[in-house]
């Protein structure tokens, strides 16, 4: 049975930092292409992040510069690095798995989610 377990949300101040981890189980990690997205209340869930081997990352434009995804492949784990957050970082962060070198629009396996909030 396949699980993407996710850890590190919580309750920060703007400007603050957090680190999300994302622990694999039961698929070939290497693999797969790893990743993060986010919905935030109202709205779609949108990407976030992601990383194929580990020299190929992605940003979405609202977090470049202030994020950065790595994977631990030794671990079966990924994390994200979130940095200089902003209040419309608020959002339930979802980690994700699609088999390489397939799209990342239709997800193979999701996370439960963890909530992040930034207060102002």
């Known amino acids: 049975q396949v699980q993407l377990v996710e850890s590190g949300g919580g309750l920060v101040q703007a400007g603050g930092s957090l680190r999300l981890s994302c622990a694999v189980s039961?698929?070939?990690?290497?693999?797969?292409?790893m990743g993060w997205f986010r919905q935030a209340p109202g709205k779609e869930r949108e990407f976030v992040s992601s990383?194929?081997?580990?020299?190929?990352?992605s940003y979405a434009n609202s977090v470049k510069g202030r994020f950065t995804i790595s994977r631990d492949n030794a671990k079966n784990t990924i994390h994200l690095q979130m940095n200089t957050l902003k209040p419309e970082d608020t959002a339930v962060y979802y980690c994700?798995?699609?088999?390489?070198?397939?799209?990342?629009?239709?997800?193979?396996?999701w996370g439960q989610g963890t909530q992040v909030t930034i207060s102002s």
């Open positions: 990383v194929g081997s580990n020299t190929i990352f």
């Open positions: 994700a798995a699609v088999r390489a070198g397939r799209s990342w629009s239709r997800p193979d396996y």
């Open positions: 039961g698929l070939t990690f290497s693999t797969y292409y």
